[in-house]
């Protein structure tokens, strides 16, 4: 997944997301459903760019799959713990009063059984009345087939071209990043397989309601992809 490309992450994604922003509005989202929550676990936490913006404010733990997205989290934030597991399938033996999965992390579950797997592990890891805020990838309608996507970074001593063109197979989404990477050190040429599950809302709402959570759809979220902002009864 990101293992090739985790050290230009941020780079890359500090033009595209506004992580201090969206840290306030997950803030101000996760108080509005369950007021004093202190406690919150980011899984596919990533490289903890939401984590920093929000571990002034809460008792924070993330989660990831991939050891190098988790040795620069670790980096960032030396007091946090960060746990190594898979969003479908991971029991830290504790419960948050949120739980966030953000930047449509949930779509490399890739299966309808895996995401309901998720969903179910997302709900053991939240206090009752806790809450649960999951951006999701695109639903299978929104898939632009052939689209060609790119990403440039023009920094003094850093220069990033990314592309990728959009493929599919069924409903799951194949996107390989193609990386040029250019450093005083020279010019890397790599290429990283992305697997993402189209998943429709009704989907997604139905793995929620299965894991007991009670479930409201944002269509818009922070950008563009939706938000789905769950609780727990
Ligand atoms: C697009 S990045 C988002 C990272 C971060 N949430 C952000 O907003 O920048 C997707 C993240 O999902 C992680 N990931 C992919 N599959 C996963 C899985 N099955 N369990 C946990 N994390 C996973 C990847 O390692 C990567 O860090």
């Known amino acids: 997944m990101f293992s090739r490309s985790a050290h230009i992450y941020d780079a890359i994604y500090a033009s ?16 509005s459903k369950r007021p004093g929550a202190r406690t919150l676990l980011d899984v596919a936490c990533g490289t903890g760019a939401h984590l920093e913006h929000l571990a002034g404010r809460y008792e924070v733990e993330g989660l990831d799959l991939d050891a190098e997205m988790l040795a620069i989290a670790r980096d960032r934030l030396p007091d946090v713990e960060f746990h190594e597991g898979d969003m479908a399938d991971f029991d830290l033996g504790k419960r948050f009063d949120a739980v966030v999965c953000m930047f449509s992390s949930i779509g490399y579950v890739k299966t309808e059984a895996r995401l309901r797997s998720a969903a179910q592990a997302f709900a053991r890891h939240l206090e009752p009345g806790g809450v649960l805020v999951v951006e999701p990838w695109l639903e299978p309608d929104a ?17 990033i071209a990314r592309m990728n063109v959009a493929e599919r197979r069924d409903d799951v989404s194949l996107v390989d990043f193609h990386y ?3 450093t005083p050190e020279g010019i890397d040429e790599f290429t990283e397989p992305h697997e993402l599950g189209l998943f429709t809302v009704e989907q997604h709402l139905e793995a929620f309601r299965a894991a007991g959570l009670e479930v409201e759809h944002d269509p818009e979220g922070p950008m563009g992809r939706g938000l789905y902002v769950a609780t727990h009864q």
């Open 143 to 159: 898939w632009r087939d052939r689209h060609v996507g790119a990403v440039f970074v023009d920094q003094p001593e850093l220069k």
């Open 180 to 182: 040029l990477v250019g």
């Open 16 to 31: 595209i997301r506004a992580y201090p922003r969206e840290a306030a509005d997950l803030d101000a989202l996760v108080q």
